[in-house]
């Protein structure tokens, strides 16, 4: 649920996080396919009156109506502008919603599942470019401190790293101070001159301009999305920056998720197991891309065609880069859309 300028910001925004949803379950061997969900909130900055309150519990019951039309083909979760709670409300008018409350019989908040695998890929990072996945003395700026990044920023913290943060809320000073960490501006945590930068809020920071101005050697964070366009992937190789793929990275939710979603029901211990596999992916992913001379985004997209077409499901157009590449690594996959 976001406030969009326009249904047509609203459509792109869908198509975009849904691309990368189908990327995230591909690369992560699930038995899911892609999809993704928009409602058009209202415009927070509106005064209260014009807002008309009861009008997000309709939305998100109208949103209900709609999954259930589509009988099953698409299960809905939580994701930014909603809540568990939210899942609940939606659940009163289908069945085909996950991440309720645990009480509920849900598997919860996916976010710490998130934060997880983001902290799992950020010491993988580490021990490729430094040659150890220990976070002491490593200095991490993380732009973005919502459920997701809060709790990475608290992991980092907690496994002895130097921490710079921010957020455009300037009431998540609170959590920089409880966690020692230096508070710096939005655009200086970019520049800052760190070991690792974890973009956590929303995506599109990484452009040909922005990644020139980068200080890390590391980008590995939440944000979906995060390059402007596939172009940027070789601007930050040809840096020597290593960038991690987001739709590796964030997929701790979905994983979590799809335990929720299995015949034998919710097992944290097994999510946990499947989230922390994340770092195996993403090894696999840089070690490939390293052997072939390309930036990761392209060995993650071959392993992500690969498991779509075992599936049988052929890869959208926007899913392939535009110069040719090796054919895709050796593997199975029980993956299908």
């Known amino acids: 649920m976001w406030h969009y300028v326009d249904a047509r910001a609203a459509v792109r925004d869908a198509l975009r996080l849904s ?37 997000r519990a309709d939305a998100l019951r109208d949103f209900g109506d709609t999954v259930e039309q589509l009988g099953g ?31 509920h019989g849900g598997s919860g908040d996916p976010s710490p599942w998130t934060a997880l695998g983001v902290e799992t890929a950020i010491r993988v990072s580490c021990e490729h470019v430094f040659g150890t996945p220990s976070l002491e003395r490593r200095t991490i700026a993380i732009s973005g401190l919502g459920n997701v990044g809060g709790r990475v920023a608290t992991a980092c913290a907690k496994a002895g790293a130097t921490l710079l943060v921010t957020d455009i809320d300037p009431r998540k000073r609170a959590l920089a101070e409880s966690l020692s960490a230096r508070w710096v501006q939005p655009g200086d945590a970019l520049t800052a001159p760190v070991d690792v930068f974890a973009p956590c809020a929303l995506g599109g920071l990484l452009d040909h301009e922005s990644v020139m101005r980068l200080g890390a050697p590391i980008v590995v964070g ?18 020597g920056v290593l960038w991690a793929p987001d739709f590796v990275v964030n ?87």
Not at 79 to 101: E, P, Y
Not at 265 to 287: K, M, N, Q, W
């Open 19 to 55: 691309q990368a949803m189908t990327l995230k379950s591909a690369v992560a061997g699930l038995p899911l396919g892609g999809g993704k969900g928009v409602i058009m909130a209202p415009d927070p900055a509106a005064p209260a009156r014009n807002r008309h309150r009861g009008r």
């Open 73 to 103: 083909s698409y299960i809905t979760a939580e994701d930014v502008g909603t809540s568990s709670r939210d899942m609940q409300l939606i659940a009163s008018a289908t069945s085909h919603v996950s991440g309720l409350s645990r009480r």
């Open 222 to 239: 939440a944000a979906n999305n995060q390059l402007a366009d596939d172009g940027v992937a070789d601007l930050l190789a040809q840096r």
């Open 251 to 337: 997929a701790g939710g979905i994983i979590n998720i799809s335990v929720e979603l299995e015949p034998g029901g919710y097992d944290a211990g097994r999510a946990g197991r499947l989230v922390r596999g994340i770092g195996e992916t993403l090894r696999r992913i840089v070690d490939d891309a390293a052997a072939r001379g390309v930036p990761p985004l392209d060995a993650a997209l071959v392993l992500a065609r690969q498991r779509l077409a075992e599936a049988g499901s052929p890869a959208p157009r926007a899913f392939v880069r535009a110069r040719p590449r090796e054919q895709p690594p050796a593997g199975a996959s029980h993956h299908r859309p």
